[in-house]
């Protein structure tokens, strides 16, 4: 999920990183209640220290922590808990970037087995301003893979997958935890 930024916080950013949402942000000068949503991936590790540190002085602390959480999973530690559906999204790109996956899941199969799957992209699906029936936002997780080609036994071809993710299954869990209660394997295979 983005990291939800307030205006004043957002403004008062000097990260070159942050440059161009600050830009965006100055449009609405007026409205010093507006909150901006920026992508995990568009800030740099500088930018989220400056975060940390804007964030924990205003008080902002949903921000600090996930921004605190999302610095930590770059620097290659997965063993704390996702603090908020915010760090999720930048906690597990980190995580499929590490040499302990490398863009690799392991999917657990109808027979118990574990199948790999490579990430072709993680997003964030915003349904807050989706009409009729109100569904969670979500982090999906895009996968392509060898399976069974259509009608033809035994033979395979590439197929694409989505494995999606709510604030429910992740938030004050680890992402160890998370892959594991949803079939997922977060190690490589020996």
Not at 111 to 120: H, N, R, S
């Amino acid at each position: 999920m983005s990291l939800t930024i307030s205006h004043a916080l957002l403004i008062s950013t000097t990260s070159n990183c942050l440059e161009s949402s600050r830009t965006k942000a100055s449009r609405y000068a007026d409205d010093a209640e507006r909150e901006h949503l920026i992508e995990p991936s568009v800030v740099d590790s500088e930018g989220l220290r400056e975060l940390v540190s804007l964030a924990t002085d205003a008080k902002e602390m949903k921000l600090a922590r996930a921004a605190t959480a999302i610095l930590e999973a770059r620097e290659g530690k997965f063993d704390k808990a996702i603090p908020n559906f915010g760090a999720f999204e930048g906690m597990l790109n980190a995580f499929l970037r590490s040499s302990l996956i490398d863009g690799w899941i392991y999917v657990e199969g109808r027979d118990g087995e574990l199948y790999p799957e490579l990430v072709t992209s993680v997003r964030f699906v915003d349904h807050s301003h989706a009409r009729g029936a109100k569904r969670p936002n979500e982090v999906v997780i895009y996968t392509q893979f060898y399976g069974p080609a259509g009608r033809k036994e035994g033979s395979l071809e590439s197929a694409h997958s989505s494995h999606t993710f709510t604030p429910e299954m992740v938030t004050r869990r680890k992402i160890s935890d998370v892959f594991a209660d949803t079939g997922f394997s977060g190690r490589l295979l020996p």
